[in-house]
């Protein structure tokens, strides 16, 4: 099961962490990626972390600004974005894979999701 957490309102410029926790044990070969679906629109690769060596990648809408990390402590994963923007208003959830595919379908679990809205 993964939550997601640290979802909100924000002004245009602020910043949110979101963090995705996993209550099941993660392996080597998984990895945690990011998507949105802002309303009216497919659901968008955000991006992707490997859980064997924090390898991460970034679509080209958000890199630069949003910064994923891992917690092997505590099992979960962060989002860190900055400088947000209107457009970065979506759902965002994370998923499990074993591959940073761009692809939802390559995904099998999922969280159900928490509301960033950011306000201009």
């Known amino acids: 099961q993964l939550v997601e957490s640290g979802g909100g309102l924000v002004q245009t410029g602020g910043s949110l962490r979101l963090s995705c926790t996993a209550s099941?044990?993660?392996?080597?070969?998984?990895?945690l990626a990011w998507f949105r679906r802002a309303p009216g629109k497919e659901l968008e690769y955000v991006g992707a972390i490997r859980w064997s060596n924090g390898r991460t990648y970034y679509s080209d809408s958000v890199k630069g600004r949003f910064f994923l990390s891992k917690d092997n402590a505590g099992n979960a994963v962060s989002l860190q974005m900055n400088d947000l923007k209107p457009e970065d208003t979506a759902v965002y959830s994370c998923a499990v894979g074993t591959s940073p595919s761009s692809s939802s379908t390559e995904y099998f679990r999922w969280g159900q999701g928490t509301q960033v809205t950011v306000s201009s």
């Open positions: 099941g044990r993660l392996f080597s070969s998984h990895v």
